[in-house]
């Protein structure tokens, strides 16, 4: 799950960490009132939107006075910003961020995230802050530090060393920073965070190490024991088919391809999306109904990729374990006999109560392709759309 800036920023102030002052808001005469209050010589409006690059694409603004932020924030609220991470489709600006300017003498980054491939919390540290860090890492890796902590109650001042090195700071711009780190760390097992990334982390001219942006992200499946965090949940930055997704416990994830996929289990899941693309056309979602999914729930899966325009055809693929396939049959039926199927459907049955499942499908009268299995159902579906 995303958080906006201005709540990430708020989670790190609470573990100590140094931010600008700052207010969000919903309206242009809530952000105006608040703003008043801030004691600084310039104004920073942010737009708040979960993604990237939205000082290349007008979402940032530094202004001199409140007549100047009041006539941005006029232009900037409800505008769609098209960034390098939002795609063509772009995200509508629904709230606005206003902070203190800051006299910057230097930039770094800074991000904390979890290294699957080593078991280990990895931090990354840069001198070139406010960049890119996919572009530094690919032009001048030697710019890039990252260092793999074991999972410890706390940060080791080794370790804080190692991060810290590349920045090539003063003692007390050190100790600040070494403070951070150790802040950063804790924040980060506390709210079962996978990634906090801070870019640019400044040091200002009056010698303070200071979190200038942050972006956080966190671990879905352990929202349940982080109520604080779940309350920071934004609908409005999400897809609708996911949200409803999520209503029915599926995990689904919107895609740009052509084909919908209905899948039950993650790896099957992504090895029906691989040979998709190996016959040539894309898939429209990730969809995995899960082990045990009962029908009501495969007919809310099927109600939600055919609500996806861009679905030109679909692959159901199911392997029965814990999922029967008569279950999976009839939560299709049920689907179908609900909201009228107009795009091809191939599906491939295997495994428990197979017999079964195929026996209800070519009962129902629905025009279904029959698959033998997952190689002929990919060629089959991309056939059909054709």
Do not use: W
């Not at 002052?21 to 310039?42: N, P, R, Y």
């Not at 995990?251 to 999306?273: E, F, P, Q, R, W």
């Not at 107009?342 to 295997?350: G, Q, T």
């Amino acid at each position: 799950m995303n958080i906006h800036e201005h709540q990430a920023k708020e989670i790190l102030k609470k573990y100590g960490a140094v931010v600008p002052d700052g207010f969000f808001a919903l309206s242009v005469k809530e952000l105006i009132e608040k703003a008043k209050s801030l004691k600084t010589e310039k104004l920073v409006l942010k737009a708040q939107i979960h993604a990237g690059g939205r000082g290349k694409a007008g979402g940032v603004k530094i202004l001199n006075t409140i007549e100047e932020l009041s006539n941005a924030a006029k232009e900037l609220l409800g505008k769609k910003l098209v960034t390098h991470q939002t795609g063509p489709q772009g995200r509508v600006v629904k709230r606005l961020y206003v902070e203190s300017s800051s006299k910057i003498d230097k930039e770094f980054y800074l991000s904390c995230l979890v290294d699957r491939a080593s078991s280990k919390i990895a931090f990354i540290s840069s001198d070139q802050g406010g960049m890119d860090i996919e572009e530094v890492a690919k032009n001048n890796p030697a710019k890039i530090i990252t260092t793999k902590v074991n999972l410890e109650d706390q940060i080791s001042d080794k370790d804080c060393d190692k991060i810290v090195g590349i920045f090539n700071l003063g003692n007390s711009e050190k100790k600040q920073t070494v403070n951070l780190i150790k802040s950063i760390y804790k924040m980060f097992i506390d709210t079962d965070a996978n990634l906090v990334e801070i870019n640019p982390l400044i040091l200002t001219k009056d010698k303070k190490i200071m979190c200038l942006d942050a972006k956080m992200n966190f671990d879905d499946n352990a929202l349940f024991r982080n109520q604080e965090i779940l309350n920071l949940r934004d609908l409005n930055e999400e897809e609708e088919t996911e949200i409803e997704a999520s209503k029915h416990d599926l995990s689904y994830i919107k895609l740009d391809g052509s084909i919908g996929c209905m899948v039950n289990g993650a790896g099957l899941a992504m090895a029906t999306m691989d040979i998709i693309k190996l016959y040539g056309e894309e898939p429209a979602n990730f969809l995995d109904v899960g082990g045990g999914a009962s029908k009501e729930k495969v007919s809310a899966a099927l109600k939600i990729i055919l609500s996806d325009q861009n679905v030109k055809g679909i692959l159901i693929n199911i392997f029965g374990g814990i999922m029967r396939c008569d279950v999976l049959a009839q939560g299709v039926v049920d689907a179908a006999n609900e909201i009228k199927i107009e795009v091809p459907l191939v599906v491939r049955l295997a495994g428990t109560k197979f017999e079964e499942g195929k026996k209800i499908l070519d009962n129902s009268g629905l025009k279904l392709i029959s698959a033998s299995d997952l190689s002929d159902a990919a060629k089959k579906v991309v056939e059909a759309i054709k």
